[in-house]
């Protein structure tokens, strides 16, 4: 048979598939019962696919068997075979697992200011000044002009380590102690204070205040924009809150999937998907490190415990990316609330991000797909490609980062 006939053969055959698993769905909303849609149909052997779906069919719940009805007229409209990829379902067994204690709460209510910052970024004023503060098409030509010297990397994953090398020399400055804003000399802390109504506005959580050694009169104040804030992009530095925050803005505005990774240890990093490579690239703009995931563990020395992953489509504990000897060291540390009720905790919130931007079956379709293969990738199932990192912290004072239990 030629390829054409065997195509059209194919979609048929798919058609009579998405028929018999409607039909069946159907009957199990009506009888009142749950069942699970079948994830494993194989699209190169329809007629065994079907032979085995009633075996495949387990329990479900009716929102799951209305999305795979969804996704089963997505494909249909389509019409080819080659296209049949079903979403996985979205876990649904957390009822078992009780919400967070009053003392779990206190914990987990960073990550709810986390995400709710994060969430800050996709706004659109936000995204074009962002846009503006990059020369693109600059980023791009130097990237395609590397590309010998990144045999593995596509021209996307280039331009992301071209941002980065840009926003680390040119673009961003790192600030320890500012300097005093009376005779530009060394200053000393001298506590924090609350942001005035003018720095509230400009998007500033915290303000700390810093003496001038030569004693100078006034303090110099540093507010502090724990969330993005567009201020950013005039000030041009900080410290890797502020870092984090600009660069993941930056690359979400030229079009990269990027989260913004939260580690209880109090730094933080971006993560840019590669389509390429189809996996979650490290990225940390204040060390201009690229796919160095184990840099904080084994370069810097810091025992991490809770790094979780946060943008507007989804929320994710990636600790297991950037530790090595989880199971039987770093799970030891992680007692700030329980695995069970921290995953849920995650997934609702990650569900909640997800429904918020009214996406196309689609898109949501790609998320699902992305998420399957970081969810290979975290449990090792790829193998650990990951190098033992020795690079020492180059950001911030030797003062700074030996009061943290750096390595610098």
């Known amino acids: 048979m030629d390829n054409q006939g065997s195509t059209d053969n194919n979609t048929k055959l798919v058609q009579d598939l ?40 387990q ?40 919400d967070p204690s009053i003392y779990e709460m206190q914990f987990a209510e960073t990550f709810n200011r986390v995400n709710s910052s994060v969430l800050r970024f996709e706004d659109r ?8 503060q990059m020369d693109i098409g600059r980023l791009f030509e130097e990237a395609e002009a590397m590309a010998k010297d990144f045999p593995e990397d ?14 680390k020399n040119d673009y961003f400055t790192w600030v320890n102690e500012p300097p005093c804003q009376t005779c530009q000399g060394k200053t000393v802390s001298a506590g924090g204070v609350a942001p005035s109504p003018q720095e509230r506005q400009d ?13 100078c009169p006034g303090l110099t104040r540093f507010p502090r924009y724990g969330g993005m804030s567009a201020i950013l992009f ?93 199971s039987t060291v770093v799970a030891k540390r992680r007692r700030s609330i329980r695995e069970p ?7 609702r919130m990650s569900e909640a991000n997800l429904a918020r931007l009214q996406l196309t079956q689609q898109e949501v379709l790609s998320i699902r797909q992305r998420q399957a293969l970081e969810a290979d990738d975290l449990s090792g199932r790829n193998g650990d490609r990951r190098a033992i990192e020795t ?18």
């Open 59 to 98: 329990s479900s719940s009716t929102t799951d068997i209305a999305a795979l009805a969804d996704q089963l007229g997505m494909l249909l409209n389509r019409g080819s075979a080659a296209s049949l990829v079903v979403e996985p379902p979205v876990t649904t067994s957390f009822e078992d697992v009780p």
């Open 234 to 326: 005039k000030t041009r530095r900080g410290r890797c809150g502020e870092w984090a925050n600009c660069f993941t803005v930056l690359c979400r505005a030229l079009g990269y999937n990027a989260r913004y990774v939260h580690d209880t240890t109090d730094h933080v990093w971006t993560e840019v998907w590669s389509e390429h490579k189809k996996r979650w690239i490290h990225c940390d703009s204040c060390e201009a490190a690229y796919d160095q995931p184990l840099l904080y563990s084994t370069g810097w020395g810091k025992s991490l415990s809770y790094c979780v992953a946060f943008s507007a489509e989804e929320v994710v504990d990636v600790t297991r990316r950037y530790t090595v000897d989880y």
């Open 341 to 347: 009720v921290l995953a849920k905790f995650l997934h």
């Open 203 to 215: 998007g500033a959580g915290a303000v700390e205040t810093y003496r001038c050694v030569q004693s």
């Open 391 to 408: 690079r020492e912290r180059e950001s911030g004072s030797d003062e700074w980062t030996k009061a943290r239990g750096e390595r610098h």
């Open 18 to 57: 998405a028929r018999q698993l409607a039909g069946q769905f159907s009957s199990i909303r009506r009888q009142g019962s749950d069942a699970t849609h079948p994830l494993n149909t194989d699209t190169t052997s329809p007629s065994a696919a079907q032979a085995n779906n009633a075996d495949n069919v």
């Open 154 to 167: 596509s021209t996307d994953d280039i331009v992301i380590r071209r941002l980065l090398h840009w926003f």
């Open 125 to 132: 004023d936000l995204l074009d000044m962002a846009s503006e």
